[in-house]
Structure formats: C-alpha cells, structure tokens
C-alpha cells in the first residue's frame, strides 16, 4: 500500500512539473509573437498585416509570404554566356551541351562535342587513346616509352 501511494506522488508531481514546463514555453512564445509584432509596426509605420499583404512567421515552421515572392537565381550556362568556361575555377575552357569541359582531357567530349571514347581508351589531348599499348601515352597521357620498348599493359617494357 505505502509504495502505491509512493508511485501516485511521483505521477502528480511529474504531472506537475510537465504543466509547469508548458506554460513556461507558452509564455516565452507570446513574448516573441509580441517583440515580432512591435518590430513589424515600427517597420510598416503602423500597417496591419491584412493592409500589407504579408503575414507574420511563427517559430513553429511557418514562412513567411514574402521568401516566396524572391525569385530564384537563374544560373549561368555557357551557351548563353560563353565566357564563363573561362573564369577562373571552371572545369574547362570549352561548351558542350551547356556544360563547361575540357576536350583535351574530357572522355565524354574528347577533341570535340559529343565525341566519346571507348571504355578502355583515355582522352590524350583531344584524342581517343589506348593506355595499354599505345607507346606515347602507356598507363596515362604523356608516359612515353623509350626507344626499344613497347607498352604491355599500360607498363614500358623491352622485347
């Protein structure tokens, strides 16, 4: 019997304390819907929001009308603005499909727009290479073999 009134006094003030702790955050939320009152008047000169068009933000998620007004930010493609390849920090100086590329180097677009090399081949200033036996570019662009020698396997090595 004691520990049944023991568990009962716990759940009251446990009750308690949760009531408590709601009305403190109800408090706090009046507070700040009037701090965003008083800052919306001074800014309106004394405008309800319903003669504005806008609405107040809640804290709890709403948005407000006027983030919704901003238009996005329309990007820079190169087809339109072809100079932008060139800025510093692009992925390369040419255009294709309104992208930024390097045809020197890009598998995709290799020496041209739309020119893609095969699965095994690199892209070897803007050409379509094979890393495995071709002699000037052996496991990567620019690998020269030396006289006498052939690429196997993308590795220099003698006959």
Same mark, same amino acid.
């Given at each position: 019997m004691?520990?049944?009134k ?5 759940a009251?003030?446990?009750?308690l304390? @949760? ?6 955050q *109800?408090?706090?939320?009046? %507070? &700040?819907e009037e701090?965003? =009152?008083?800052t919306?008047n001074?800014e309106?000169s004394?405008?309800?929001? @319903? ?5 107040l933000a *809640?804290l709890?998620?709403? %948005? &407000?009308?006027f983030l919704s =007004?901003?238009k996005?930010?329309v990007?820079m ?7 932008v390849?060139r800025a510093?920090g *692009?992925?390369?100086?040419?255009c ?7 045809a020197?180097t ?6 041209k727009?739309?020119?893609k090399?095969?699965y095994s081949?690199?892209c070897?200033?803007g050409?379509?290479v094979n890393p495995?036996?071709d002699r000037?570019?052996?496991?990567s662009c620019?690998?020269k073999c030396?006289?006498?020698s052939l690429c196997?396997y ?6």
């Amino acid at each position: 019997m004691k520990s049944l009134k023991t568990c009962l006094v716990l759940a009251i003030l446990m009750a308690l304390a @949760a009531i408590s702790l709601s009305a403190i955050q *109800s408090r706090d939320e009046l %507070s &700040l819907e009037e701090d965003n =009152e008083t800052t919306y008047n001074d800014e309106t000169s004394d405008l309800s929001p @319903a003669e504005t068009g806008r609405e107040l933000a *809640s804290l709890r998620g709403g %948005s &407000l009308r006027f983030l919704s =007004e901003i238009k996005p930010r329309v990007p820079m493609t190169c087809d339109k603005y072809p100079r932008v390849c060139r800025a510093k920090g *692009s992925t390369g100086p040419d255009c294709c499909k309104k992208k930024c590329v390097n045809a020197m180097t890009d598998r995709l677009n290799c020496g041209k727009c739309g020119k893609k090399c095969k699965y095994s081949e690199l892209c070897c200033k803007g050409q379509c290479v094979n890393p495995r036996s071709d002699r000037k570019h052996c496991g990567s662009c620019g690998n020269k073999c030396k006289k006498g020698s052939l690429c196997v396997y993308g590795m220099c090595s003698y006959a």
